[in-house]
């Protein structure tokens, strides 16, 4: 699911199996859609993957936010 939400202009989905996961996504990619496995996800890593993806937003460091610019910059053919 994830790589063909990727397919999608301004989609940056994230593959997330643990809270970890989730947390760096939001911050470091700035991930917008959250991609989980059915079969290998309980629903108490579920509760904890979802409460750090909703409580994490993007980094305001200059160097992970040049990491989101450049992935914009892909997604246009720029780089």
Do not use: M, Q
């Amino acid at each position: 699911a994830a790589i063909a939400a990727n397919k999608v202009a301004g989609v940056r989905a994230a593959l997330c199996g643990d809270a970890e996961t989730a947390r760096g996504a939001r911050r470091w990619n700035d991930a917008n859609v959250l991609a989980l496995s059915l079969r290998s996800t309980s629903e108490h890593e579920l509760a904890e993957i979802l409460d750090a993806w909703l409580g994490t937003g993007p980094s305001a460091d200059a160097e992970d936010r040049a990491n989101i610019d450049h992935i914009a910059e892909v997604e246009h053919g720029d780089a």
